[in-house]
């Protein structure tokens, strides 16, 4: 499958591309790793208090990384998830092997525009449960994003360290609390990477609808750039997808928050001031945001917020937590924006 993606071509550009992190010494940063590694550990409790699930206690631990370790085990997990689903989109839609040197040529690109993402990306994540397909799953923290983020926002260190470990830490308790979750978003994401490839026939038809469909990418429904390259039935299967996405990063949202203002005494500031970064950014950034589909990823959270608090509003954190019993109770698309929907069918 290297001569699809040159994994390694887009390490080494990730790598290069990303900027560098804020400037600090090396004394100051061990111990800034030391205390995110503590403040994650302090996680532990009040996340599974608030959210009533449980880590098992074999879990590993957060690990705290740079920018360009993160670029690589991202590198190593989307080759985990997308190998095998282009082994499979080949096979479905009766793709022919490249040659040789088409196979090196086309592996270098492809590499490169990966790179490029992930180059991106590494500046901007602070934490991520890396599902790793075919491997161990793991929460990494990233360091330098969380210094040069709190700097911005110029907001208590100690804070901001354990507000955004509340988050994370929410999210390793969702998959390790939560067995077949894991495994679910896995497969359902290899097959959409084979439901959503076009067919070689109609890339000329395509060619011509991302002309006449581009001004949409830059409305404000616009779910990013996939938009141009799915049909209606499959944008249905990537909303139902993404009402998941939201459900894990609302429930993260509402945690972190939750526990705040007994263990974070300026929760208060820090949420007031990341939430205005989130509007702050440049015109080019959020051209890019936009053009990637983050913008959308910041609606995830805001309504999958909405969701999750609407939901133990009418059931209690008990009964929010049947939405972990199997793939069948995790909400719909439409359920997202309507927790009583959801109520209703899980239930009543």
């Known amino acids: 499958m290297a001569g699809y993606v040159d994994w390694e071509f887009a390490k080494t550009t990730g790598r290069t591309l990303v900027p560098a992190g804020p400037a600090i010494g090396p004394d100051e940063a061990a111990a800034e790793v030391e205390a995110i590694r503590e403040a994650a550990r302090a996680a532990y409790g ?169 001004p949409e990418v830059f409305g404000e429904g616009g779910t990013g750039i996939a938009d141009l390259f799915t049909t209606p039935e499959q944008r249905a299967q990537v909303a139902n997808l993404t009402a998941v996405m939201s459900l894990l990063e609302g429930h993260a949202d509402v945690v972190m928050d939750d526990v705040g203002p007994a263990h974070i005494p300026s929760v208060a500031t820090i949420r007031a001031r990341f939430n205005e970064r989130r509007k702050g950014a440049g015109a080019a950034d959020r051209l890019l945001r936009r053009l990637l589909g983050l913008e959308a990823k910041m609606r995830q959270y805001r309504d999958g917020a909405v969701f999750v608090r609407g939901v133990q509003e009418s059931v209690g954190v008990e009964g929010f937590n049947a939405v972990w019993t199997s793939p069948e109770t995790l909400p719909l698309a439409a359920e997202i924006t309507d927790p009583q929907a959801w109520v209703r069918r899980v239930h009543e």
């Open 46 to 214: 009040p996340v599974a208090e608030t959210s009533r699930l449980s880590t098992p206690p074999d879990s590993p631990e957060a690990i705290v990384v740079d920018r360009p370790t993160w670029i690589s085990m991202n590198a190593d997990s989307m080759q985990a998830l997308l190998d095998p689903a282009i082994d499979d989109m080949i096979a479905a839609k009766g793709h022919s092997e490249p040659n040789a040197l088409v196979a090196a040529i086309g592996g270098k690109v492809t590499g490169a525009e990966v790179g490029g993402l992930l180059a991106f990306m590494a500046g901007k994540v602070l934490g991520q449960y890396d599902l790793a397909p075919g491997g161990t799953p793991q929460l990494m923290l990233v360091a330098p994003n969380l210094v040069q983020v709190q700097r911005e926002l110029d907001v208590d260190a100690a804070d901001f360290r354990a507000w955004v470990c509340m988050h994370e830490e929410t999210h390793r308790v969702q998959f390790t609390a939560v067995p077949w979750l894991r495994d679910h978003l896995v497969s359902e994401a290899r097959r959409l990477v084979v439901d959503l490839a076009p067919d070689p026939d109609r890339v000329t038809e395509l060619a011509r609808d991302i002309v006449q469909r581009l």
